[in-house]
């Protein structure tokens, strides 16, 4: 059977079918190198075709003065339509992604039904606030009264935003994107990752059935060039990116000279501080769960492991123990708990840092190569170093791959010491028996969340996600998450 979506040939935009003008890319399935199909590449044309559409929906159209709760009943509509296509939907990321089905029904599918619900209960509350009164003396004429002045802020829309996302979470993150950004007013365009462009085209049969204003929202498919251009353009008026920080960086950049707002969610390296009288079975299933789920494809995922060096032996056994029981494979088979990288490229860049930490002089204990019973898919099996020195490349780069460090400690300062010692923050994890040292030791990470003895095990999306330090500008997710998409415009005026 074919896989789903992927005889999409154009891009929907506008309210109208467009054929690329970049021609097609082959896009394959990566647990079996097999072509799934050849996915529309777009180029200038395209790009400004959706900018300028956007421009005029915005600038023009009804969506950005469309009373609340019109545009949520509009993102019913389209959450209805996704509900009705989400054996496909699944499919197709099964195939494009590499995402195992233990996946679908937390991040991969679930999590971007609880998003956009959880976003659709926070526009609800989105009023106008007052500003309290204030009388304060006439400074033109003091002898005259005191002036009692009062106001009110507005919170409205920034215009054209543009969603850029990464290959992961393909469909999670382009409607983590999309949904805030429409639900406050804006219109918006979508440039999904160009490994996993059917994740993102796909949203045209979904924009046509819900009845989406024409140029409230597009998907442009393509690589860094079209980004750069989407970036670039001065009609935009935000950038939401997910990505590397590499990449977040050169949006800055591309994007300083036409000064608009740019939201980062980056990558991590995070730790996980193991204290000496944490439950050992807890923190080293944590610790496998960790590197094998997506193969280490997550930016939120634990990689480093800091272990008191009381428990460090025990806790390496163990992890090896669990590694070991993990079924890799072709996420076809509903079993299979650790799919496929990427592409080949990730996977060299995998091995690149394998050997990285070989030539170190760390202690190889679980992997270290490709799976010897899978011929074909970018498989690597699940990695993990003891003793590793904490200032090294492999213990400080993000390798996006299936690899996890050990590193002792022996007081909990330590611990804090070397999990800071990152230029990434994104998450963290404390496991102990002691919940208000572990406590303690949280509010002294410099990350965006931390989870004490597993925290909620899951998406959260209540609960606020982004970067401290090169992880990352803003927050998706949490009660302010849709004010990332709102400009604040006060109102003063003179009362009494
Ligand atoms: P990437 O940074 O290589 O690419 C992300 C997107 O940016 C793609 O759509 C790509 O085409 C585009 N892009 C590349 N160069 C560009 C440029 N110069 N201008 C504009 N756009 C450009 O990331 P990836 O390999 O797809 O994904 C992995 C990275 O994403 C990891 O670093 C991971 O940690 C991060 N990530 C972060 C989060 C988060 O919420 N913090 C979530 C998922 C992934």
């Known amino acids: 059977m074919p896989t789903p979506y992927t005889d999409i040939k154009n891009f929907y935009i506008d309210g109208q079918w467009v054929s690329p003008s970049e021609g097609y890319e082959t896009i394959c399935n990566p647990a079996t190198e097999e072509i799934i199909g050849q996915a529309p590449l777009g180029g200038k044309p395209e790009v400004d075709l959706a900018i300028a559409a956007a421009r005029n929906a915005f600038d023009n159209g009804p969506w950005p003065i469309m009373q609340m709760a019109e545009r949520i009943e509009v993102i019913k509509r389209f959450r209805a339509s996704i509900i009705s296509r989400q054996d496909l939907i699944k499919q197709l990321l099964i195939e494009e992604v590499g995402a195992v089905h233990m996946l679908m029904n937390s991040a991969q599918f679930n999590g971007a039904i609880e998003a956009i619900d959880y976003a659709i209960a926070l526009a609800l509350k989105i009023e106008p606030e007052p500003i309290a009164i204030e009388s304060k003396p006439n400074p033109f004429d003091p002898s005259a009264p005191d002036l009692l002045g009062a106001g009110v802020t507005l919170f409205e829309p920034y215009g054209v935003v543009v969603g850029i996302t990464p290959y992961n979470y393909p469909f999670l993150l382009n409607i983590v994107k999309a949904v805030p950004a429409l639900l406050t007013g804006n219109t918006v365009v979508i440039k999904p990752s160009q490994f996993t462009p059917f994740s993102g085209l796909l949203l045209a049969e979904i924009i046509i059935e819900a009845q989406l204003p024409n140029g409230v929202l597009s998907v442009v498919t393509g690589g860094p060039e079209v980004g750069a251009m989407l970036t670039e353009d001065p009609r935009v008026d935000l950038i939401s990116f997910t990505g590397s920080d590499a990449v977040g960086s050169a949006i800055l950049r591309q994007s300083a000279s036409t000064l608009k707002k740019v939201h980062l969610e980056l990558g991590g390296k995070s730790a996980m501080i193991v204290r ?135 007081t909990d300062e330590q611990a804090i010491h070397i999990a800071n010692d990152s230029k990434f923050g994104l998450s963290g994890a404390v496991m102990s028996a002691d919940r208000s040292a572990a406590f303690r030791i949280a509010q002294k990470l410099r990350t965006g969340g931390v989870a004490i003895n597993g925290g909620t095990g899951d998406l959260y999306v209540k609960a606020p996600f982004g970067g401290y330090k090169s992880s990352g500008i803003g927050r998706e997710f949490g009660p302010h998450w849709l004010k990332e998409y709102l400009l604040e415009k006060a109102i003063t005026y003179p009362i009494g």
């Open 276 to 410: 000496h009288d944490a439950d050992v079975v807890k923190a080293a299933s944590l610790a496998a769960f960790s590197i094998s789920l997506h193969a280490g494809q997550g930016c939120a995922l634990l990689t480093r492991f800091l272990v008191h060096n009381s428990i460090r032996p025990a806790f390496a056994e163990t992890v090896k123990a669990i590694l070991d029981q993990l079924k890799i494979g072709d996420p076809q088979d509903p079993s299979v708990i650790v799919g496929p990288l990427i592409r080949e490229s990730a996977r060299a860049k995998t091995e690149y840092y394998v050997q990285l930490g070989i030539d170190s002089g760390a202690n190889l204990i679980a992997g270290g190569k490709r799976p010897a019973h899978l011929e074909k898919g970018y498989f690597y099996e699940p990695t993990v170093f003891d003793n590793v020195d904490s200032t090294s490349r492999l213990a400080q780069e993000e390798v996006f791959g299936p690899i996890g460090v050990i590193i002792g400690f022996d």
